[in-house]
T-cell receptor, first 111, second 116 residues
Framework: EAGVAQSPRYKIIEKRQSVAFWCNPI?????LYWYQQILGQGPKLLIQ????????DSQLPKDRFSAERLKGVDSTLKIQPAKLEDSAVYLC?????????FGSGTRLTVV | AQSVTQLDSHVSVSEGTPVLLRCNYS??????LFWYVQHPNKGLQLLLK??????LVKGINGFEAEFKKSETSFHLTKPSAHMSDAAEYFC??????????????FGKGTMLLVSP
C-alpha cells in the first residue's frame, strides 16, 4: 500500500511569512496526526483528527497555527505568521487499529 | 495522561557489544508501546511494538524489548551492536485519552553511538 505522502519536503521562509504543508494519509485511515519535531527533540503532537473532526488540538499554538482535514482525507497545516522557533520537521501520520504510519516530513527553516 | 521517560540521552557502545536503551512509561490505561528509530535526515521507522500480547517483543534488525508492567518499563536491547545501528531511538506510548481516542506520546530520544 502507498505510504503517507507529505509535501513539500523542504521549505525555507522568512519570519512573519506564511507557509502551508500538505498531507495525504493512507487510504481508509480515519485518524490523522500532525507532529512537530524540533532538532534534538522527540516529536510533539500538534493536532489529531478523527475523520474530519478535531479530537485533540491542546498543543497547537492557535494564534498562528491552523489545520483542517476537509472530507476526512487530505489535511493541510498552516503557519501564519512564522517565527524563528517554528523551524522544525513537521510530520504527518495516520492510523487504523493501533497501526501507525508516518510520512517523511516537511523540514521548515525560518530565517 | 500518559508520558514516556527515556533515561539516557546518549548511549555509546562498541561494535559487537550489547545494546540497552532504557524507557519507562506512565499511562492511565493499558498502553501500547513502540520503539522507533530515526537515522540522520531520515523518517521514523518502526522497530517493534507491544500491544498486550507476549511481553517479550521481537523486532527488526535483531532488536527486542520486554514489557514489564510491575516496573512500568519497556527497555530495548540487542545482543550485538552494528555500526549501522547508530541512530536516534524513540520510545513511544499509545493509550486511550480522555477524548476517547488513542494518541502517540514520544520520549525525548536516545542517541546511540557505535564505535569500531
Amino acid at each position: 500500500e502507498a505510504g503517507v505522502a507529505q509535501s513539500p519536503r523542504y521549505k525555507i521562509i522568512e519570519k512573519r511569512q506564511s507557509v502551508a504543508f500538505w498531507c495525504n494519509p493512507i487510504s481508509g485511515h480515519a485518524t490523522l496526526y500532525w507532529y512537530q519535531q524540533i532538532l534534538g527533540q522527540g516529536p510533539k503532537l500538534l493536532i489529531q483528527f478523527q475523520n474530519n473532526g478535531v479530537v485533540d488540538d491542546s498543543q497547537l499554538p492557535k494564534d498562528r497555527f491552523s489545520a483542517e482535514r476537509l472530507k476526512g482525507v487530505d489535511s493541510t497545516l498552516k503557519i501564519q505568521p512564522a517565527k524563528l522557533e517554528d523551524s522544525a520537521v513537521y510530520l504527518c501520520a495516520s492510523s487504523w487499529d493501533r497501526g501507525y504510519t508516518f510520512g517523511s516530513g516537511t523540514r521548515l527553516t525560518v530565517v | 495522561a500518559q508520558s514516556v521517560t527515556q533515561l539516557d540521552s546518549h548511549v555509546s557502545v562498541s561494535e559487537g557489544t550489547p545494546v540497552l536503551l532504557r524507557c519507562n512509561y506512565s499511562s492511565s490505561y493499558s498502553p501500547s508501546l513502540f520503539w522507533y528509530v530515526q537515522h540522520p535526515n531520515k523518517g521514523l521507522q518502526l522497530l517493534l511494538k507491544y500491544t498486550s500480547a507476549a511481553t517479550l517483543v521481537k523486532g527488526i534488525n535483531g532488536f527486542e524489548a520486554e514489557f514489564k508492567k510491575s516496573e512500568t518499563s519497556f527497555h530495548l536491547t540487542k545482543p550485538s551492536a552494528h555500526m549501522s545501528d547508530a541512530a536516534e531511538y524513540f520510545c513511544v506510548v499509545s493509550a486511550l485519552m480522555n477524548s476517547g481516542y488513542s494518541t502517540l506520546t514520544f520520549g525525548k530520544g536516545t542517541m546511540l553511538l557505535v564505535s569500531p
